[in-house]
């Protein structure tokens, strides 16, 4: 299975600092997910990157890819308390006729107020 | 739009109970999937479905049968339930092979067997 597995494992950091996570795969991918997950919530998608992207933003988001190292990282910038959730990186492989998505364990982030 | 939603939002099983877990999508979405997150981890995948009348297993499909009559719903149904089907359970649904090839979650189900 192309599981992401994200690292650091759990981050807290205080209010407007910047967050960084990372992701590492193991096989060429389509493209890679991020996902939000709030406490007893769902995952909630934030941003897609193409394996033939390198950098992409959202809003206050960043996520990079470098696909010779098999990796990517989600940069949150300006961070809030209402950032407090678990990432979750997936990646995508190639004819993946379900368009399936494995996730790795997450990344928790606290961002103290 | 409603968009992913899940029936019930709580249950408590005995071991050897049966039930049905239901998701519905009014996104009008082809795919459809059913993981479980066990505390601390991440998602795994039990069963998905790429179209009506069509599943297929997942990473982790012992246990578990699904069934998608309709386009809109997709049915978990655990025949036997065991302690270690103790979980919160998690429905997606995504266009087929859509450029945004986004997975839109329901709110989840937490079950617990005892």
């Known amino acids: 299975s192309q599981q992401g597995e994200e690292d650091p494992q759990a981050l807290s950091i205080q209010e407007g600092e910047n967050a960084t996570m990372n992701c590492s795969y193991k096989?060429?991918?389509?493209?890679l997910q991020w996902y939000r997950q709030n406490s007893g919530r769902g995952l909630v998608h934030l941003i897609l990157i193409r394996s033939n992207e390198r950098e992409k933003h959202s809003g206050r988001l960043r996520v990079t890819l470098d696909t010779s190292k098999k990796s990517s990282s989600l940069l949150i910038t300006a961070s809030r308390a209402a950032d407090t959730a678990s990432y979750f990186c997936?990646?995508?492989?190639?004819?993946?006729?379900?368009?399936?998505?494995?996730f790795g364990g997450g990344t928790r982030l606290m961002v103290k107020p | 739009n409603a968009g992913v939603t899940q029936t019930p939002k709580f249950r408590v099983l005995k071991t050897g109970q049966s039930m049905t877990l239901l998701c519905a999508q009014d996104m009008n979405h082809e795919y459809m999937y059913w993981y479980r997150q066990d505390p601390g981890m991440g998602l795994r995948l039990i069963h998905y479905s790429v179209g009506e009348g069509t599943t297929a297993k997942g990473e982790v499909p012992d246990g578990y049968n699904v069934s998608r009559l309709k386009k809109q719903n997709f049915l978990l149904g655990l025949e036997s339930a065991a302690p270690s089907q103790t979980s919160v359970y998690f429905c997606?649904?995504?266009?087929?092979?859509?450029?945004?090839?986004?997975?839109?979650f329901g709110p989840g189900t937490r079950l617990t067997v005892l």
């Open positions: 997606a649904s995504s266009e087929a092979g859509g450029p945004s090839d986004t997975q839109y």
């Open positions: 096989t060429s991918i389509n493209n």
């Open positions: 997936a990646p995508r492989q190639y004819n993946n006729a379900g368009n399936m998505l494995t």
